[in-house]
């Protein structure tokens, strides 16, 4: 039986693609916000050892979520780009005496479908190099010259579009963080930031339902994928 894990929720963003006039992890989804809906993925989960959310500075909705007072439930303060706000949270669990060395999840607040079986596929096995959940490319994927042109055609076969969670050994993924934030490298995920200390973490099959919300489209189709689970 493997270690009990945290999982980091980076829920800090302002939400600026949605433009829905507040922070999009607050919109509500089917009866819940993302947020709500993507902290209740993990709460009393076997394999869950505590959820660490990361919030804006300003984040005035909070106070509203169901999970607020949940002993499960802690928050933290996020940054100004997502790995700030994954850095933030690392930080927060090691002065709380919460990690050292294991394993952390980092899932994105705005990937409210993930399911259990989803969840399953990269917490119960062992990955020696860290593992994201990520699906295979099943469009041709094209790469653009500097005006917008097609350039190129890349080999589909090779490209996977990655998701979250991400998992990686908490003090490792901290230093990797750090060290592409001193070398200027704006990394998306933290994956990048891994392979950027010469890590080739596995990549677990996911689910195309485990959308990230980040168009007022995503919304509509999150919506719908709800409503065939019931
Ligand atoms: N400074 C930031 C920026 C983003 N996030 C979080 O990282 C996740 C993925 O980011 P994204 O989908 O880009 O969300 P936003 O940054 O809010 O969206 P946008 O880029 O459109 O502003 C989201 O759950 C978001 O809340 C965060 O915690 N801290
Ligand atoms: C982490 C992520 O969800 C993997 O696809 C993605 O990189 C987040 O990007 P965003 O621009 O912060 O939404």
Same mark, same amino acid.
């Given at each position: 039986m493997?270690?009990a894990?945290?999982v980091i929720?980076?829920?800090?963003g302002?939400?600026?693609r949605?433009?829905?006039?507040f922070?999009?992890q607050?919109?509500?989804?089917a009866?819940?916000?993302?947020?709500?809906r993507?902290i209740?993925?993990?709460?009393?989960?076997?394999m869950?050892?505590?959820?660490?959310?990361?919030l804006?500075?300003? /984040?005035?909705y909070?106070?509203?979520? +169901?999970?607020?007072?949940?002993?499960?439930? !802690? &928050?933290f303060?996020?940054? %100004?780009?997502?790995?700030?706000?994954?850095?933030?949270?690392?930080?927060?669990?090691?002065?709380?005496?919460q990690?050292?060395?294991?394993?952390v999840l980092?899932h994105?607040a705005?990937?409210?479908?993930?399911?259990?079986?989803?969840l399953?596929?990269?917490?119960e096995n062992?990955?020696?190099?860290?593992?994201?959940?990520?699906?295979?490319?099943?469009d041709?994927?094209?790469?653009?010259?500097?005006t917008?042109?097609?350039?190129?055609?890349?080999?589909?076969n090779?490209i996977?579009?990655?998701?979250t969670?991400q998992?990686?050994?908490? /003090?490792v993924?901290?230093?990797a963080? +750090?060290?592409a934030?001193?070398?200027?490298? !704006? &990394?998306?995920?933290?994956? %990048?930031?891994?392979?950027?200390?010469?890590?080739?973490?596995?990549l677990v099959?996911?689910?195309?339902s485990n959308?990230?919300?980040t168009?007022?489209e995503d919304?509509l189709?999150?919506?719908?994928?709800i409503?065939?689970?019931h």
């Open positions: 493997t270690q894990l945290w929720i980076p829920a800090a302002v939400g600026q949605m433009n829905a006039g922070p999009k607050y919109l509500s989804l009866g819940d916000t993302i947020l709500d993507t209740s993925i993990f709460i009393d989960h076997p869950i050892a505590g959820i660490a959310v990361g804006g500075a300003e /984040d005035g909070w106070p509203d979520s +169901k999970w607020r007072n949940h002993k499960q439930v !802690a &928050v303060v996020g940054g %100004s780009t997502r790995s700030d706000t994954v850095r933030n949270g690392l930080q927060f669990l090691h002065e709380q005496q990690i050292g060395c294991q394993s980092v994105d705005a990937r409210p479908l993930l399911t259990a079986t989803g399953a596929r990269i917490v062992n990955h020696p190099q860290g593992a994201i959940l990520a699906i295979p490319a099943r041709t994927v094209k790469c653009q010259t500097d917008g042109k097609v350039k190129g055609t890349l080999d589909r090779h996977w579009l990655a998701q969670p998992k990686f050994p908490a /003090d993924l901290y230093e963080l +750090k060290k934030d001193q070398q200027a490298l !704006a &990394v998306t995920d933290e994956c %990048s930031a891994m392979e950027l200390i010469g890590w080739h973490p596995d099959v996911g689910e195309s959308i990230k919300v168009l007022p919304l189709i999150a919506e719908a994928l409503s065939q689970r």
